[in-house]
């Protein structure tokens, strides 16, 4: 069974930086892209940042460009989100998700693997 569990979350005053972490049990595949959602209270889901399998292909949503960096280490089963220059807005929860394959990697409906989330809270 594919387990992901995330650390890292808390809470930082703005402009400050939080790094997540995504720890994977067993690979849903032999090559399986990652990515990071976030969702508040009221609002759907977001796909934040995505990532391919061999880190050839990344996705961002307009508002973290920039400030915040995915990336993935295969030999640990781990995904990681580096946030810097953080804001209220990005005030969330945070989810890791893992797909059945490398393809497609900013389509939320790819991903079927889902951690239990780590709350991100940005004071002003």
């Known amino acids: 069974q594919v387990q992901l569990v995330e650390s890292g979350g808390g809470l930082v005053q703005a402009g400050g930086s939080l790094r997540l972490s995504c720890a994977t049990s067993k690979r849903p595949a032999s090559r399986y892209a990652m990515a990071w959602f976030r969702q508040t209270p009221g609002k759907e889901r977001e796909l934040v940042a995505a990532i391919s399998w061999a880190a050839l292909s990344t996705y961002y949503t307009d508002s973290v460009k920039g400030r915040f960096t995915i990336s993935r280490d295969n030999a640990k089963n781990t995904l990681y989100l580096q946030m810097n220059s953080l804001k209220p807005e990005d005030t969330a929860v945070y989810y890791c998700?893992?797909?059945?394959?490398?393809?497609?990697?900013?389509?939320?409906?790819?991903?079927?693997?889902w951690g239990q989330g780590t709350q991100v809270t940005v004071s002003s």
């Open positions: 998700a893992a797909s059945g394959r490398n393809s497609n990697i900013d389509s939320q409906r790819e991903y079927n693997y």
